[in-house]
């Protein structure tokens, strides 16, 4: 109950990638056979990955993950502009749910001397569109915003911001991890300039990832070396990761319908089955949100106990985003909701995937509810005449 986190390799993708183990493992940079045959292999999965999100093949930079798209994308545009800054208004604005991979590099650019502007969102996650149209100034050159939040599962608004930003000349980034395979999008229709996406949250390998980066767009490289992806991205490139991300990029397009519906009736059911227990509230979009996506809190309940008393019964569930779990501070995106601490530590989310079954969600609906009594027979806080909402 934790595909959010990652995923397990599809065995399709795992055969896909096992001969650029052992056989066909030439440098893709190398003129000879070896290299030459690996070269053209990763050239077929740029065009599955470029395939998924309606952009050309050359616009495709590979990258060992989601973070460092993120980190490529805002710091590249940023260092394109170190000269052009201007002494007032912001320059970047992006949004204050974000993943800490987008948050915390505007945050180091902001202890350069860039300006940034966050906005906010209404208690579901939802970014106002009029609100980012209002925040651009004339000194504003990126918008960085998510497809969809990887805590709460809501679906932003992003074909609306994204004719904004082409209507104010703005580049327009956007983190689509959580997203791809299982909502649709199309870099052109969607005014996208940037886009960051990721293989182990779409059954591919671990360690390695995509940045989208529309031509013409030029970015500032993070690596120096031997000019690599057209010198945005120095280093030998991960084969059979690419070979890997590029499989799961085809089966994601594939199978899109297939996925989408089994998910949102598991997840549908999984709602309905846990809003029964009293006190129980479901944190995010009611309708805007991922199909794998199902985000609770409940009165007087202290998350991280919940999340044990699971475990025991053989369910992995998270407490808040997996890079920052382990962390006792309250989600930054719970908070931005108007929850409080204690609300937020009240709060747990499941995130289902391809081989998850109606028989999982009877089995975690079944344990629920006599784990979260039992929880809040030990509460001091559980008193129902003083909870209000």
């Given at each position: 109950m934790d595909y959010g986190a990652t995923t397990?390799?599809?065995?399709?993708?795992?055969?896909?990638m096992r001969p650029f183990f052992e056989k066909t493992f030439g440098n893709p940079s190398s003129?000879?056979?070896?290299?030459?045959?690996?070269?053209?292999?990763?050239?077929?999965?740029?065009?599955?990955?470029?395939?998924?999100?309606?952009?050309?093949?050359?616009?495709?930079?590979?990258?060992?993950?989601?973070?460092e798209s993120d980190n490529l994308a805002i710091k590249g545009i940023a260092y394109k502009h170190l000269d052009k800054r201007k002494t007032k208004g912001p320059h970047i604005l992006t949004s204050v749910i974000e993943h800490p991979a987008v948050l915390e590099p505007i945050r180091y650019l902001e202890k350069l001397g860039f300006s940034i502007a966050y906005i906010p969102v209404d208690s579901t996650g939802l970014i106002d569109p009029k609100q980012v149209e209002e925040t651009i100034?004339?000194?504003?050159?990126?918008?960085?915003?998510?497809?969809?939040?990887?805590?709460?599962?809501?679906?932003e608004p992003i074909r609306d911001i994204g004719r904004i930003t082409k209507r104010h000349g703005v580049l327009f980034h956007?983190?689509?991890?959580?997203?791809?395979?299982?909502?649709?999008?199309?870099?052109?229709?969607?005014?996208?300039?940037?886009?960051?996406?990721?293989?182990?949250?779409?059954?591919?390998?671990?360690?390695?990832?995509?940045?989208?980066v529309k031509e013409p767009v030029r970015l500032e490289p993070l690596f120096h070396g031997g000019g690599h992806e057209k010198g945005m991205r120095s280093g030998t490139l991960n084969t059979p990761g690419i070979i890997g991300l590029g499989k799961a990029c085809k089966l994601a397009r594939n199978r899109f319908e297939k996925d989408t519906k089994h998910l949102e009736k598991l997840r549908d059911t999984l709602i309905k089955n846990v809003l029964q227990i009293e006190e129980s509230y479901l944190n995010g979009h009611p309708t805007k949100?991922?199909?794998?996506?199902?985000?609770?809190?409940?009165?007087?309940i202290e998350g991280e106990s919940l999340h044990m008393m699971l475990d025991r019964e053989g369910i992995a569930a998270a407490t808040g985003s997996a890079c920052s779990s382990k962390k006792l501070k309250p989600s930054h995106v719970l908070l931005a909701l108007g929850l409080t601490p204690e609300e937020s530590h009240g709060s747990i989310r499941f995130s289902i995937g391809r081989t998850s079954t109606i028989e999982d969600i009877e089995y975690v609906s079944e344990k629920m509810m006599p784990i979260v009594e039992s929880l809040r027979k030990m509460s001091p806080l559980w008193n129902k005449e003083e909870i209000t909402r």
């Open positions: 397990p390799v599809d065995p399709n993708i795992i055969t896909a003129i000879h056979s070896y290299g030459i045959d690996a070269s053209e292999m990763i050239s077929e999965s740029r065009q599955h990955v470029a395939s998924i999100i309606g952009a050309h093949e050359d616009e495709i930079i590979f990258s060992s993950g989601g973070t100034s004339e000194n504003t050159f990126l918008v960085s915003i998510m497809t969809a939040n990887n805590e709460i599962g809501t679906i956007t983190d689509a991890v959580q997203a791809i395979g299982k909502v649709p999008l199309d870099v052109k229709k969607d005014s996208i300039d940037l886009l960051s996406l990721s293989s182990h949250k779409m059954y591919g390998p671990k360690g390695v990832g995509a940045l989208y949100r991922l199909v794998n996506n199902a985000h609770f809190r409940f009165a007087a």
